[in-house]
């Protein structure tokens, strides 16, 4: 059974730094492309950074680029978001999930963990 | 930057046929994904490559697409289906996901 848990989250100052990660277990994790995904409270879903199963490729939404950094740890089965100088507007749920590499989609979802950036 | 457009808002009544749209320029050549999400819950694919239903989605959602618009239909609508549904799509060089705003489905 697919799992991803979804740790770091927490109240933060703007401008520190904060690193999430998501555990993975149930599958071959090495297989598998994997993204981070926000949603601010209230609002809709914001796809953050996605990384190829063997960590040689990473994307990242405009949002967040040059202050957040997506990579992997295959031999740890996990998942991280590196989260520097963050702002108000960075504050939401956070979600790590897995890419099915034949048909593309999400297919398997963490709970999240919340970071709220509040001075 | 490539944008997903959803209907804010549709509702129904039970037992109708809820019908959301999708609208982006790179639709015509990229597949489109629909998730539903229910309040405090991760989502949950419905949908994928415009029309495929994984195993254990109920046959009573359904996806097409015509041109630049994909439409994700829900037939025989239950209280249980009121949720946020949204769209996802890749750029063309897989290089960006974009969710579309999301819809809200309310049954009367």
């Known amino acids: 059974q697919v799992q991803l848990v979804e740790s770091g989250g927490g109240v933060v100052q703007p401008g520190v730094s904060l690193r999430l990660s998501c555990e993975a277990s149930?599958?071959?994790?090495?297989?598998?492309?994997m993204h981070w995904v926000r949603q601010a409270p209230g609002k809709g879903l914001e796809w953050v950074a996605s990384i190829w199963y063997d960590g040689t490729d990473k994307y990242h939404a405009d949002s967040v680029k040059g202050r957040f950094t997506i990579s992997r740890d295959n031999s740890k089965n996990t998942l991280f978001l590196q989260m520097n100088s963050l702002r108000a507007e960075d504050t939401a749920v956070y979600y790590c999930a897995r890419e099915n590499p034949v048909d593309g989609g999400l297919w398997g979802w963490g709970q999240g963990t919340l970071v709220t950036v509040s001075s | 930057s490539y944008e997903l457009t959803q209907p804010p808002s549709v509702s129904v009544s039970p037992g109708q046929t809820a019908r959301i749209t999708c609208s982006g320029d790179a639709l015509p050549n990229q597949f489109a994904y629909w998730y539903q999400q229910k309040p405090g819950r991760a989502p949950l694919l419905l949908i994928y490559?415009?029309?495929e239903r994984p195993s254990g989605i109920p046959a009573r959602f359904s996806g097409s697409t015509s041109g630049t618009t994909v439409t994700l239909t829900i037939s025989g609508v239950q209280a249980e289906d009121e949720a946020d549904y949204y769209c996802?799509?890749?750029?063309?060089?897989?290089?960006?996901?974009?969710f579309g705003g999301g819809t809200k489905l309310t049954v009367l």
């Open positions: 996802q799509s890749p750029n063309s060089g897989y290089t960006s996901w974009v």
């Open positions: 490559k415009d029309s």
């Open positions: 149930g599958f071959t994790f090495s297989s598998y492309g």
